[in-house]
């Protein structure tokens, strides 16, 4: 419609979503349109407890929203095709269409689930970064090199309300 509810990542959050929305159901609903189910659940991240949101279509899990319980929002991890960032990145791009080399942008995924990953900030944000996955027969958490990384997808893009580096 011509508001302009096209959900896109940008510097400051994804869609309505940003640092100053309540980690609520019914703020995070209003912020994504209405456009998913919701699921909430708490675990930790980076040893502390974490309180997070699951955006559902169907049973397919498309954004991850998380922060501290009963604080907002201060990260989301977007896994959902139909949202880009608003430099043109999207699900599925090639490492090789933004990026020549991983130096000073990137870095080895550091969780369990994104061992097999490299996480390169938006060259135009500190807030936004792009998880590019492949295959790669060395050591998990050593970058891959870059004539490797060319070929890696765009797996999930992530919105952090505090700045990266």
């Given at each position: 419609?011509?508001?302009?509810?096209?959900?896109?990542?940008?510097?400051?959050?994804?869609?309505?979503?940003?640092?100053?929305?309540?980690?609520?159901?019914?703020?995070?609903?209003?912020?994504?349109?209405?456009?998913?189910?919701?699921?909430?659940?708490?675990?930790?991240?980076?040893?502390?407890?974490?309180?997070?949101?699951?955006?559902?279509?169907?049973?397919?899990?498309?954004?991850?929203?998380?922060?501290?319980?009963?604080?907002?929002?201060?990260?989301?991890?977007?896994?959902?095709?139909?949202?880009?960032?608003?430099?043109?990145?999207?699900?599925?791009?090639?490492?090789?269409?933004?990026?020549?080399?991983?130096?000073?942008?990137?870095?080895?995924?550091?969780?369990?689930?994104?061992?097999r990953s490299v996480e390169c900030v938006e060259p135009n944000s500190k807030?936004?970064?792009?998880?590019?996955?492949?295959?790669?027969?060395?050591?998990?958490?050593?970058?891959?090199?870059?004539?490797?990384?060319?070929?890696?997808?765009?797996?999930?893009?992530?919105?952090?309300?505090?700045?990266?580096?």
């Open positions: 419609n011509w508001f302009g509810s096209k959900i896109e990542v940008s510097d400051s959050g994804v869609g309505g979503l940003n640092s100053g929305t309540p980690l609520s159901q019914v703020p995070i609903e209003q912020a994504l349109n209405g456009n998913y189910r919701l699921r909430s659940g708490m675990g930790t991240h980076n040893g502390q407890l974490s309180a997070f949101y699951e955006a559902l279509d169907g049973e397919q899990i498309k954004l991850v929203i998380s922060g501290t319980p009963k604080t907002h929002v201060n990260r989301v991890e977007v896994m959902d095709p139909a949202i880009p960032s608003v430099w043109g990145v999207k699900l599925g791009d090639a490492f090789s269409a933004h990026y020549s080399k991983a130096f000073e942008v990137c870095q080895p995924g550091a969780e369990a689930e994104s061992a807030h936004v970064s792009y998880q590019y996955s492949g295959d790669w027969s060395g050591p998990a958490g050593l970058m891959p090199p870059d004539d490797i990384l060319q070929n890696w997808k765009v797996s999930r893009i992530t919105w952090h309300a505090q700045a990266r580096d």
